[in-house]
């Protein structure tokens, strides 16, 4: 199936585009420098404006959210080393000014706020710049991406990190592909709003474009583990597309339905017994993660479906990644998702 485009052009008579001639398929009376959106045009400038500036202001929140808690703790090593009179103190003073800063960046995003607005504003400065450079023409995807920018929006945007463009799956798409739910699909989901996961997905090395998972039952729910529920849970199938903005289904090539049922019983007898696993890896069956949750009901009932865990720094973890990855799957719907896109969206 063809992955969706999930752009939602602007309508006709947005300030910065004009439609093009349908019938030669030509921008009708407009300069050389523009960008075609879909049927409408964009000035160069303004192209160049939307992109570097989104860019910059995504750059600048991500940077500033590091460099929050890394200054913290240069700060606090440098202090207590300095009390202490040598390299222990140093280290202890880094180690817990880290910590300090990361939990104040967490929960106030300051760093993210001042790293986003300098970023922006950056990032407008090098777009009129580069709108001077005689050929140079923005991508049409990062152009579509960034069309929705402004410097005037950017404040409010940052200050609420839920913010993104891109739209959720509404229920009448939903309903479309749930009619070709079979019991044993594997629904992956990402949910642009919270961007912490796909980011700590990218640091690891993975996509970071996909984040949680479920199955679907013999009944058509959804079998999945749940920060909010604290462990395995079931609900409509319905609730997982509607609450995201990308979703991918896969089917594994079950050796027969017998592996579906074994599978799936395994699955459920988490229920009750597991709680969420906040240290994502794959350990005690006492705590598991969304992915893990799948993992293990399916070693258990399929262990002809061959998914195989990551490594990082010796600790085994398995991923989103890991499952679309298996030889033993096949996609059968794709909304698609990009890492860079999404983060994009939240400046959009």
């Given at each position: 199936m063809e992955i969706r485009d999930r752009i939602n052009l602007a309508p006709v008579d947005s300030p910065g585009l004009r439609k093009t001639d349908k019938k030669?398929?030509?921008?009708?009376?407009?300069?050389?420098?523009?960008?075609?959106?879909?049927?409408?045009?964009?000035?160069?400038?303004?192209?160049?404006?939307?992109?570097?500036?989104?860019?910059?202001?995504?750059?600048?929140?991500?940077?500033?959210?590091?460099?929050?808690?890394?200054?913290?703790?240069?700060?606090?090593?440098?202090?207590?080393g300095t009390a202490v009179g040598g390299p222990l103190g140093t280290v202890v003073g880094a180690l817990a000014g880290l910590g300090v800063g990361a939990i104040y960046e967490y929960k106030s995003k300051v760093g993210r706020f001042i790293g986003g607005l300098v970023g922006g504003s950056i990032g407008v400065g090098i777009g009129k710049l580069a709108s001077l450079v005689p050929g140079y023409k923005p991508g049409k995807t990062l152009t579509e991406e960034t069309k929705g920018f402004s410097f005037k929006s950017l404040f409010g945007k940052l200050m609420n990190p839920k913010h993104t463009s891109h739209k959720k799956i509404d229920s009448e798409e939903a309903q479309k592909?749930?009619?070709?739910?079979?019991?044993?699909?594997?629904?992956?989901?990402?949910?642009?709003?919270?961007y912490k996961f796909e980011l700590g997905q990218k640091l690891v090395g993975k996509s970071g474009c996909w984040t949680h998972i479920g199955m679907v039952s013999e009944n058509n729910t959804v079998l999945e583990v749940l920060i909010s529920t604290d462990g395995p849970t079931e609900s409509p199938p319905e609730n997982l597309f509607t609450k995201n903005h990308h979703v991918i289904i896969l089917r594994p090539n079950y050796k027969n339905p017998d592996s579906i049922k074994k599978t799936l019983k395994k699955a459920r007898e988490y229920f009750g017994k597991a709680k969420y696993d906040f240290d994502f890896r794959l350990g005690s069956e006492e705590k598991l993660y969304c992915q893990e949750y799948i993992y293990k009901a399916m070693v258990d009932g399929a262990p002809e479906?061959?998914?195989?865990?990551?490594?990082?720094?010796?600790?085994?973890?398995?991923?989103?990644?890991?499952?679309?990855?298996?030889?033993?799957?096949?996609?059968?719907?794709?909304?698609?998702?990009?890492f860079w896109l999404n983060l994009l969206s939240k400046f959009d």
């Amino acid at each position: 199936m063809e992955i969706r485009d999930r752009i939602n052009l602007a309508p006709v008579d947005s300030p910065g585009l004009r439609k093009t001639d349908k019938k030669t398929d030509k921008p009708a009376n407009f300069p050389r420098d523009t960008v075609s959106i879909g049927d409408n045009e964009i000035s160069k400038s303004r192209a160049c404006h939307n992109v570097f500036g989104a860019v910059g202001a995504a750059t600048g929140a991500i940077a500033g959210r590091v460099m929050l808690p890394v200054a913290s703790a240069a700060f606090t090593g440098s202090m207590v080393g300095t009390a202490v009179g040598g390299p222990l103190g140093t280290v202890v003073g880094a180690l817990a000014g880290l910590g300090v800063g990361a939990i104040y960046e967490y929960k106030s995003k300051v760093g993210r706020f001042i790293g986003g607005l300098v970023g922006g504003s950056i990032g407008v400065g090098i777009g009129k710049l580069a709108s001077l450079v005689p050929g140079y023409k923005p991508g049409k995807t990062l152009t579509e991406e960034t069309k929705g920018f402004s410097f005037k929006s950017l404040f409010g945007k940052l200050m609420n990190p839920k913010h993104t463009s891109h739209k959720k799956i509404d229920s009448e798409e939903a309903q479309k592909v749930m009619k070709d739910l079979k019991p044993g699909d594997l629904i992956i989901t990402n949910n642009d709003e919270d961007y912490k996961f796909e980011l700590g997905q990218k640091l690891v090395g993975k996509s970071g474009c996909w984040t949680h998972i479920g199955m679907v039952s013999e009944n058509n729910t959804v079998l999945e583990v749940l920060i909010s529920t604290d462990g395995p849970t079931e609900s409509p199938p319905e609730n997982l597309f509607t609450k995201n903005h990308h979703v991918i289904i896969l089917r594994p090539n079950y050796k027969n339905p017998d592996s579906i049922k074994k599978t799936l019983k395994k699955a459920r007898e988490y229920f009750g017994k597991a709680k969420y696993d906040f240290d994502f890896r794959l350990g005690s069956e006492e705590k598991l993660y969304c992915q893990e949750y799948i993992y293990k009901a399916m070693v258990d009932g399929a262990p002809e479906i061959k998914v195989k865990p990551s490594r990082l720094l010796g600790i085994e973890y398995i991923s989103a990644d890991d499952f679309i990855d298996s030889p033993d799957v096949k996609t059968v719907y794709n909304t698609g998702s990009n890492f860079w896109l999404n983060l994009l969206s939240k400046f959009d």
